[in-house]
């Protein structure tokens, strides 16, 4: 009886403000994919999303969750399935979906954006989805949708086995473990660290034995593979990039629908995306707490270490506009959606402060 009330509550307080779908039509069956796990906020987007649109659409609307690899394995398989419809939707990572979509690794730019605020406006209330959405049809043949940009882990920092890293010439010499993508090593070459590609599965081993010191992860990812058991004890909070989740969908799935079920999926995306903004901040106190416990040194750079970062940081600008398909367009995008957001805030917070 609990449990069913805590439901009806839940799921009367997503709904409160939206009308709720009565349309007679056949039922939709969507299988929604993550290569993660039940921890994961990833997952937790999921729930909510499926919670959502089930009760939206009056159960016309069912959504079957796959989590891990049961239906793929990598981000080039598991996008090659929304784009044949074995696959209805799909969150990947900005280098999971780089080698199809290369310019989604703007998001890996870094401090490009200053904090959580700044992003999930630029996310939330900008044009700069729906741009990368627009240039994902064009290149997919109309067959792959971006739905929504959400969160998975926070914020990248560096991390390493060495020593503290409080300005970039710490860097120097540093082993850094990077996905096998140019960007993130174009990143780690710029501040005088030698990137080292690993696949994720190695990398405790790896910290082990010595063939890579150090790594650029979010907190959580940190703690949950148990890495400071690696020799993993220093982590500088220079949030240098935004852990985005793109949240993939079959286009010929959502078009199929009627305006009303496609309503109701747009805005599950939107409750996807608050719950996966939501869930890494939460669990990031329990982790940052686990880790200085075990003796970790967690340090929290200064303003003008963090603008030393950055200016070191700056060939990768060029890089990127200069090797990445599209990436001057995107790049561009970007720009301006964080400047918009960034004077809408500060405009607001000054309001706030009266």
């Known amino acids: 009886m609990l449990k069913g009330l805590t439901t009806a509550v839940v799921t009367t307080a997503l709904l409160a403000g939206s009308s709720v779908a009565a349309w007679a039509q056949d039922k939709i069956t969507l299988r929604a994919t993550a290569n993660s796990n039940e921890n994961d906020e990833d997952y937790d987007g999921l729930v909510v999303f499926k919670n959502y ?84 049809l064009a290149d997919s043949d109309n067959s792959i949708r971006l739905m929504t940009i959400g969160n998975t882990g926070g914020w990248r920092n560096f991390a390493n086995t060495k ?40 990398l405790f081993t790896s910290f082990q034995t010595g063939v890579v010191e150090g790594s650029k992860n979010g907190i959580t990812d940190i703690m949950s593979m148990k890495f400071p058991d690696a ?20 286009n010929a799935k959502f078009t199929e629908m009627d305006e009303g079920m ?54 990768v600008f060029d890089w990127f506009k200069g090797n990445v398909d599209k990436g001057e367009e995107i790049f561009t995008a970007l720009s301006e959606a964080v400047a918009e957001a960034e004077a809408e805030i500060d405009e607001g917070r000054g309001k706030d402060l009266q």
Not at 72 to 80: K, P, Q
Not at 91 to 107: H, R
Not at 171 to 199: C, F, N, S, W, Y
Not at 283 to 311: C, R
């Open 53 to 136: 649109v089930e009760a939206a659409s009056n159960g016309a609307i069912e959504v079957e969750l796959f989590i891990g690899t049961q239906l793929c394995s990598n981000g080039a398989e598991c996008l090659a399935g929304v784009a044949d419809g074995s696959i209805d939707i799909y969150i990947s990572t900005s280098g999971g979906a780089s080698g199809i979509f290369p310019y989604v690794q703007v998001l890996d730019l870094p401090y490009l954006m200053a904090d959580d605020r700044v992003a999930e406006k630029v996310l939330t209330d900008t044009d700069f989805t729906r741009t990368m959405r627009d240039m994902a």
């Open 163 to 202: 020593r503290r890293v409080a300005s970039p010439a710490d860097m120097e010499g540093l082993k850094i473990r990077t996905v096998v993508a140019d960007l993130p090593q174009e990143l780690v070459t710029a501040l005088g660290a030698a990137p080292t590609p690993i696949p994720w599965p190695e």
């Open 231 to 250: 020799g993993l004890q220093y982590v500088t909070l220079d949030g240098h990039a935004y852990m985005g989740a793109l949240w993939w969908m079959s």
């Open 262 to 315: 496609r309503r109701v999926i747009v805005d599950g995306f939107y409750q996807l995306q608050q719950a996966t903004f939501a869930s890494p901040k939460r669990k990031s106190i329990a982790a940052y707490e686990e880790f200085v416990a075990g003796g970790g040194d967690l340090y929290v750079p200064t303003p003008e270490e963090k603008a030393a970062f950055k200016e070191a940081a700056a060939p």
